[in-house]
């Protein structure tokens, strides 16, 4: 499918059970809905022919979260099949997942170990990356788009900045990448807690603009002071994350964006007012910063 967009970005709803009969009984003013690709991986059935009538209503993004593109032992080829059946009985308008790992083996199979767990920067794991990248797109015929993951701890292993870790990533695969602005606010609290915002600004001054293909803004569970931040996706999205999507507009321009909100679901008017928020700040924002050309 053919992604439709113009001066102001689509925005759009992470789809979850929950909200399965209101997307389709209460049609909203969304522009895409993303859903999680391996939860539809099975052949046939009710899932697929409810996806089927999601499609007919809304574009829809594929969002897979156990690739892991950063395995060493690779990407196993029947779990690559299945995301090509998806892609092609679906039709998405983009494909994405995470710069993590997720595979190893036991006994000679390969076994998956349930959660997107983080890479080091560094040329070792950039290389096993793009392999992998490389490889998914030639077997999809397709870009698709790598997310950067929230961090906890800093790899005494790191030889450059997660940045610049992407940055390389796409040049050498020509994959797009989605950023998450409350993972890069979460990561900036946990590892650089003293100034957060000009990590985050630096963060996003160091992505060629070209390369960015999605933006994710979620919120998390406030804590204390000191504390460590878990990117749970379970409240409204922070201020923060709106002033830094804001940044992200003027830098990246009209992205497709979307709103993320998988643990303590909302109702399905009060998700879509995120999306409301979204448009209206992505309208003024855009149109400040035309302006703002246009005279400068």
């Known amino acids: 499918?053919?992604?439709?967009?113009?001066?102001?970005?689509?925005?759009?709803?992470?789809?979850?059970?929950?909200?399965?009969?209101?997307?389709?009984?209460?049609?909203?003013?969304?522009?895409?809905?993303?859903?999680?690709?391996?939860?539809?991986?099975?052949?046939?059935?009710?899932?697929?022919?409810?996806?089927?009538?999601?499609?007919?209503?809304?574009?829809?993004?594929?969002?897979?979260?156990?690739?892991?593109?950063?395995?060493?032992?690779?990407?196993?080829?029947?779990?690559?099949?299945?995301?090509?059946?998806?892609?092609?009985?679906?039709?998405?308008?983009?494909?994405?997942?995470?710069?993590?790992?997720?595979?190893?083996?036991?006994?000679?199979?390969?076994?998956?170990?349930?959660?997107?767990?983080?890479?080091?920067?560094?040329?070792?794991?950039?290389?096993?990356?793009?392999?992998?990248?490389?490889?998914?797109?030639?077997?999809?015929?397709?870009?698709?788009?790598?997310?950067?993951?929230?961090?906890?701890?800093?790899?005494?292993?790191?030889e450059m900045s997660e940045a610049e870790f992407l940055t390389q990533l796409h040049l050498q695969t020509g994959c797009g990448l989605l950023v998450d602005l409350n993972n890069i606010l979460v990561s900036a609290a946990n590892i650089n807690s003293r100034d957060k915002w000009q990590f985050a600004y630096q963060w996003l001054n160091n992505i060629p603009s070209s390369a960015i293909k999605e933006i994710h803004l979620a919120g998390h569970t406030p804590v204390a002071a000191g504390e460590i931040i878990i990117d749970d996706h379970s409240q409204p999205i922070s201020e923060d994350c709106w002033q830094l999507y804001r940044l992200a507009l003027k830098r990246f321009g009209a992205v497709p964006t979307l709103i993320e909100w998988d643990n303590n679901l909302p109702s399905w008017p009060e998700l879509i007012a995120q999306v409301t928020k979204a448009k209206l700040i992505a309208k003024a924002t855009l149109t400040n910063s035309a302006t703002e050309a246009s005279y400068g």
């Not at 925005?11 to 522009?31: E, F, T, W």
């Not at 052949?43 to 979260?65: F, P």
């Not at 090509?84 to 994405?96: C, F, G, M, R, Y």
């Open 1 to 158: 499918m053919t992604l439709k967009c113009n001066v102001e970005p689509l925005i759009g709803v992470g789809l979850r059970h929950k909200h399965y009969q209101d997307a389709l009984a209460s049609p909203a003013p969304i522009d895409f809905v993303e859903v999680h690709s391996e939860n539809f991986f099975a052949s046939g059935g009710a899932t697929i022919n409810y996806l089927k009538a999601v499609r007919d209503t809304y574009q829809v993004s594929l969002h897979s979260t156990a690739l892991g593109l950063g395995s060493a032992k690779g990407v196993p080829g029947y779990f690559i099949n299945k995301l090509k059946n998806l892609i092609s009985l679906i039709d998405p308008i983009l494909v994405s997942d995470h710069a993590s790992y997720a595979w190893s083996t036991w006994m000679s199979k390969p076994i998956h170990m349930g959660d997107l767990l983080p890479l080091s920067f560094n040329e070792k794991s950039l290389q096993v990356l793009v392999n992998n990248v490389e490889m998914v797109q030639n077997e999809l015929q397709r870009q698709i788009l790598v997310e950067n993951l929230s961090s906890y701890l800093v790899f005494k292993e790191d």
